[in-house]
C-alpha cells in the first residue's frame, strides 16, 4: 500500500498561485515530483521537464528537487520552497556566467577553490557509496548498549552551570593562575575584565548524555558551587556546577539515538577501513621540501574518536547542547 501524505492534499496541490500562472505550474510539478521523490505517490517522469530558460540555457525540474532533497523541506512547505529555490538556481546561473565572462574561471585562487570543492564532493559521493549497504543496527545491539551505558541512560544527570567562555589564544598563564586563585565565577569574570580579555557569559544545562564520559565524570567530582575548567581545542570553558539532577531516559525512550549513534559509529568505522585499503593500494610519496606535508604516525591513525574534546560531542554522544544568553543561542559544534 502506498504511503499516504496528508500535510499534501489534493485542494492544497491545486490551489492556484495569485500572481503568476507559469510559477504556478511549476509549483505543482515540484510538489508533485517530491512526493514520488520521498516515496509518497507514483514515480514520477517528468524530471528532465525544464521550468526555467536563463539566457538559452535550462533549468531543470531535477536540478529544483534535488536542492529542495538537500534542503530536506518539510512536505507542507515544499510549493513555497520550490519557487524560492527556482530563483536561486536563476540568480545562481547569471553570476555563474557573468563570473565566466570576466574570466573568473582562469584565477588561481578560484581554480584551487573549485578543484577542492570537486574532490571533496566526489570523496563523499564515494564514502556515501560504500557505507550505503551496512545494516541496520539490531535489537540486541541496541539493549546491550542501553544496557552498558548506565551513565547515558538510567543514571542519567543534568548539570546546571554558569559558564565562561573565551578563545584558547587569550587563556594566558597569567589568566590561568586567576582562575585557581577565583574563589567563584564572578571573581575570574570581573579579572579577566580589569585585564581587558573579551569572553562570554553563559547559563547552560548539559547532560552525561551530551558530553563525553571523561567530560561528565569530571563534572561529577566538582561540588556544587565549586568550579571546574574545560580545555578545548580553541577555547577554554570554565564553568560553576550550579546543580546536579537526576534526569533518568528508558530504554524505548533511548532506543532511536542509540540506532543513529550506532549506525554512524559503522560509517565511521567502515570509512576508515576503506581509507586504510586505498592508502595501502596507493604509492604516497612525502618530500621533505614541503613543510606542510607531515607523516601521519600510527599514533595518529589510532586516536580514538571519543576523544575529550567538548566540540566533540555531537559526533561521540547523543543530542546537543543549548545554551541561552541574553542576546543569543549557543550550540556545541
Known amino acids: 500500500m502506498d504511503a499516504e501524505c496528508p500535510s499534501l492534499s489534493k485542494e492544497r496541490l491545486l490551489r492556484p498561485h495569485p500572481t503568476h500562472p507559469a510559477i504556478n505550474a511549476i509549483s505543482l510539478m515540484v510538489v508533485a515530483s517530491s512526493l514520488a521523490l520521498t516515496g509518497c505517490g507514483p514515480k514520477d517522469k517528468t524530471q528532465d521537464q525544464v521550468v526555467a530558460r536563463v539566457n538559452g540555457e535550462e533549468v531543470t525540474l531535477y536540478q529544483v528537487n534535488t536542492e529542495l532533497t538537500q534542503m530536506n523541506v518539510q ?40 578543484n577542492k570543492a570537486k574532490a571533496q564532493i566526489l570523496a563523499q559521493a564515494y564514502l556515501r557509496s560504500v557505507t550505503a549497504s551496512l545494516d541496520e543496527p539490531s535489537e540486541t545491539e541496541i539493549h ?15 548539570f546546571a552551570l554558569n559558564e565562561i567562555v573565551l578563545p584558547l589564544k587569550d587563556f594566558s598563564d597569567e589568566a590561568r593562575a586567576a582562575f585557581y586563585k577565583a574563589g567563584n565565577l564572578n571573581d575570574m569574570g570581573n579579572w579577566l575584565v580589569q ?18 564520559t571523561d567530560l561528565a565524570r569530571q563534572l561529577l567530582n566538582t561540588p556544587v558551587g565549586g568550579l571546574t575548567m574545560i580545555r578545548m581545542p580553541d577555547m577554554v570553558l570554565m564553568a560553576s556546577v550550579q546543580s546536579i ?24 568505522q567502515a570509512q576508515l577501513v576503506e581509507i586504510e585499503r586505498l592508502r595501502k593500494l596507493a604509492r604516497i610519496e612525502y618530500f621533505d621540501a614541503n613543510p606542510m ?12 574518536l571519543t576523544s575529550a574534546r567538548l566540540s566533540q560531542s555531537a559526533d561521540t554522544h547523543f543530542g546537543r547542547v543549548t545554551v541561552t544568553t541574553k542576546s543569543n543561542t549557543w550550540r556545541l559544534p
Open 75 to 114: 512536505p507542507s512547505l515544499q510549493e513555497q520552497a520550490g519557487k524560492q529555490v527556482l530563483n536561486d538556481l536563476i540568480d545562481r546561473r547569471l553570476l555563474q556566467t557573468a563570473a565566466f565572462k570576466a574570466k573568473l574561471d582562469h584565477d588561481p585562487e578560484t581554480q584551487a577553490a573549485i
Open 144 to 158: 546491550e548498549y542501553y544496557n552498558a551505558h548506565p551513565e547515558y541512560f538510567r543514571h542519567r544527570k543534568i
Open 245 to 268: 539532577s537526576d534526569d533518568p531516559i528508558d530504554e524505548a525512550q533511548a532506543k532511536p539515538q542509540i540506532r543513529r549513534y550506532l549506525l554512524n559509529a559503522k560509517r565511521k
Open 195 to 212: 585585564h581587558d580579555v573579551r569572553f562570554e557569559r553563559l547559563l547552560a544545562e548539559r547532560s552525561t548524555t551530551d558530553l563525553p
Open 293 to 304: 606535508a607531515e607523516k601521519p604516525t600510527t599514533e595518529e591513525k589510532t586516536v580514538p
